[in-house]
């Protein structure tokens, strides 16, 4: 019986408070800043670590290798470098905006 009554006691209105710039606003507003900048990290990270590792195809046997009279090496940094970039770009943006979307779900009265 006093669950019954509680559940309707106190509202907690998360878009007041994010405007109001509150403690409690400023909690959420920490955490969509945490899960972007999080996201952004592990983004980078691979990039880094994708592209960081073409030079080592240069220095092993592969680097000597032709396909269509171009050295694979540079044949992947024109071919994979490119959409690599893109498709992290695309992929952070559609990330970034579902951390934006979940983040106005939970503000949302």
């Not at 024109?78 to 943006?93: I, K, N, S, W």
């Amino acid at each position: 019986m006093v669950l019954a009554e509680r559940r309707g006691a106190r509202v907690v209105r998360t878009r007041v408070e994010v405007e109001e710039q509150t403690e409690v606003g400023a909690v959420l507003i920490g955490g969509l800043i945490r899960a972007q900048f999080g996201l952004a990290v592990r983004l980078g990270l691979v990039t880094v670590v994708v592209l960081g590792a073409l030079p080592l195809v240069f220095l092993g046997p592969l680097g000597a290798a032709t396909v269509f009279g171009i050295r694979l090496p540079w044949l992947l940094l024109g071919l994979l470098a490119y959409p690599l970039l893109y498709g992290v770009g695309r992929m952070y943006t559609r990330l970034a905006e579902r951390n934006e979307q979940d983040f106005d779900e939970l503000t949302g009265d």
